[in-house]
């Protein structure tokens, strides 16, 4: 694994709780659940450390500078979750990309 922010695992651990998720895990990576819905959440310093995890949902939380190279990693791999990523700014952040959920067919 490549260094580790804290700061941004703090940030990210804080914006799930504040969101009303519990988080579990005190690592980079970590569950946040509400409800039915589990999130595997990686904070992401290095497009190397992308998650080859199972789980539906997985969301990364990046800084501006690595979102582009991040997105564009994602897209290329094309995993089989839902994914979303979000960018963390000084104390704001903000969802840069979630892609829309499962087509539902009648």
């Not at 979303?84 to 829309?100: F, K, L, S, T």
Request: glycine residues 6%; charged residues 30%.
């Amino acid at each position: 694994m490549g260094p580790v922010n804290m700061r941004l695992v703090e940030q990210a651990r804080s914006i799930f709780a504040e969101l009303g998720y519990s988080v579990e895990g005190n690592g980079p990576t970590f569950r946040a659940e509400r409800e039915w819905k589990v999130v595997h959440v990686n904070t992401v310093l290095e497009t190397a450390e992308l998650s080859d995890e199972s789980g539906q949902f997985h969301c990364y939380v990046a800084q501006p500078e690595d979102v582009d190279e991040l997105e564009t990693e994602l897209r290329r791999r094309s995993p089989e979750y839902e994914w979303a990523i979000i960018v963390v700014d000084g104390d704001d952040y903000q969802v840069e990309r979630a892609p829309p959920g499962p087509h539902a067919t009648a």
